[in-house]
């Protein structure tokens, strides 16, 4: 294990795309801007998918506008084609993540298209963005198991995960959308990916739904992943995957780490306060137990 590693914040997005109640656009920009005062180097704001799809961030263009970037501080967006790519540069995004899964079944729910297809739609944002000076990160789902499809060959992970790093993505976030694995099997997975690309060229994304996203975390730490996915407050969930719950709560893993003597340049205090500060906005308690357990200390 390195000694730093890096949290990529997607509560305003993984969190919010999934409410029921419609978040007041001020609010996700204060939530943003919130999450930047913590430490946090890289916050992922929203996304420009179709809103029709994703009602809940349909505001996109008027959050990125609106919030305070931080020098130092990378927000992505997900962008599922080309519309969207031109949606985010015209407020000035500089740097977006597209997404697809490992499975068919998946894809064709959440994205309306095959993997194939998806990847196909990416190639001329990924040259966009390379003449542009974008950076561009890319997510699989899926990589534990399907809602739809039931199991996914690792094979599958690897080739998509491949095709997303040779397509020009610096960075390849391994989703398990559905919360479903456990830490042998994340450790498996991780390394057939590891095996074809840079290990600091992966990200590990887990929901908790089944309560393992901080074993599985732990598990991919000690095989050398340095970037985890989190939601602050446990925020979240796919809508286009049935039963998907929160990502893992941005607290916690934070809280792991620093136990574990890893350097997060994260104020924690700072960060449950504001998971605190969401589940207020959002009319329930926090979805982290470290948010809790320091409220109560
Ligand atoms: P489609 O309906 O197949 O495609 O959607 P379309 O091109 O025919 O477009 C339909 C309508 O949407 C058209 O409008 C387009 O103009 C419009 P109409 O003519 O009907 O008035 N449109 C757009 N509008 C704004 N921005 C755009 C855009 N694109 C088309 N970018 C599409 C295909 C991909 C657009 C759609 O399926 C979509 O937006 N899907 C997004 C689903 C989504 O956001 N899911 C959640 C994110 S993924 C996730 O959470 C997993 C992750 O966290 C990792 C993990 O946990 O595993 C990342
Ligand atoms: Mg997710």
């Known amino acids: 294990m390195g000694n730093h590693v890096r949290i990529v914040e997607v509560g305003p997005r993984d969190g919010l795309q999934n409410e029921k109640t419609l978040v007041a656009s001020a609010d996700k920009i204060e939530l943003i801007d919130r999450l930047s005062a913590t430490g946090l180097k890289s916050i992922e704001a929203t996304s420009f998918v179709s809103p029709k799809w994703v009602p809940q961030l349909a505001d996109a263009a008027e959050v990125f506008a609106g919030i305070?970037?931080?020098p130092g501080v990378q927000y992505p967006v997900l962008v599922p084609n080309e519309r969207g790519y031109?949606?985010?540069?015209s407020v000035g995004v500089e740097e977006i993540a597209v997404f697809t899964a490992a499975s068919e079944a998946f894809n064709k729910t959440n994205i309306n298209a095959?993997?194939?297809?998806?990847?196909?739609r990416f190639a001329p944002v990924l040259q966009r963005a390379r003449q542009?000076?974008?950076r561009v990160r890319g997510y699989v789902s899926t990589v534990l198991g399907c809602p739809?499809?039931?199991?996914?060959?690792?094979?599958?992970?690897?080739?998509?995960?491949?095709s997303l790093h040779a397509m020009g993505c610096y960075e390849v976030s391994l989703g398990d959308t559905i919360g479903i694995?456990?830490?042998?099997?994340a450790r498996a997975m991780l390394r057939a990916v590891a095996a074809e690309l840079p290990i600091s060229a992966l990200a590990v994304h887990f929901h908790d739904t089944y309560g393992q996203a901080l074993s599985n975390i732990l598990a991919c730490l000690e095989d050398g992943v340095a970037v985890i996915d989190s939601a602050v407050s446990g925020a979240g969930g796919c809508p286009y995957a049935k039963g998907a719950s929160g990502n893992v709560a941005s607290e916690d893993v934070?809280?792991?780490l620093h136990g574990l003597g890893l350097d997060t340049g994260i104020?924690?205090?700072?960060l449950a306060e504001t998971g605190r500060w969401l589940a207020a906005r959002l009319g329930r308690e926090t979805g982290s137990k470290v948010g809790r357990a320091l409220a109560a200390a």
Do not use: N
């Not at 031109?86 to 540069?89: H, I, K, L, M, V």
């Open 114 to 120: 095959s993997i194939d297809e998806s990847l196909a």
């Open 132 to 134: 542009d000076g974008v």
């Open 68 to 70: 305070t970037r931080r």
């Open 181 to 185: 694995g456990t830490p042998h099997q």
């Open 86 to 89: 031109e949606r985010a540069r």
């Open 254 to 256: 934070v809280y792991m």
């Open 148 to 162: 739809y499809q039931g199991e996914v060959p690792l094979a599958d992970v690897v080739r998509v995960a491949s």
């Open 267 to 270: 104020d924690l205090d700072a």
